[in-house]
């Protein structure tokens, strides 16, 4: 084997690397941004409004910790527009649905 295919296939190992990482820390990461609004949606059944609103925001901002941390995984730019937008879609769902 030359050096450019071991080059080329080192170059794909670590790509694999980079996306199995990412997919793992993000279903992990992602059940704390959806935690979150279950524990907001219980308060907001117990009459605690001003705390469930907080704890939708907090998973908002989790969620974009977790969208940077995911592109950075990947190599990519963390802080991309479009993909702060997707990020925020639960959170929004979550406010429209309680509030």
Not at 5 to 26: H, N, Q
């Amino acid at each position: 084997m030359n050096a450019r295919a071991a080059e080329r296939e080192a170059a794909a190992l670590d790509r694999v690397r980079r996306r199995v990482t990412a997919i793992g820390f993000f279903a992990v990461a992602s059940h704390g941004v959806f935690g979150l609004i279950g524990v907001s949606h219980v308060l907001l059944g117990q009459d605690r409004r001003a705390d469930a609103l907080l704890l939708t925001v907090m998973s908002g901002v989790v969620a974009l910790v977790v969208c940077a941390a995911t592109r950075a995984i990947l190599g990519r730019r963390p802080f991309s527009a479009p993909w702060f937008a997707a990020a925020l879609v639960p959170t929004v769902v979550a406010y429209a649905w309680m509030f």
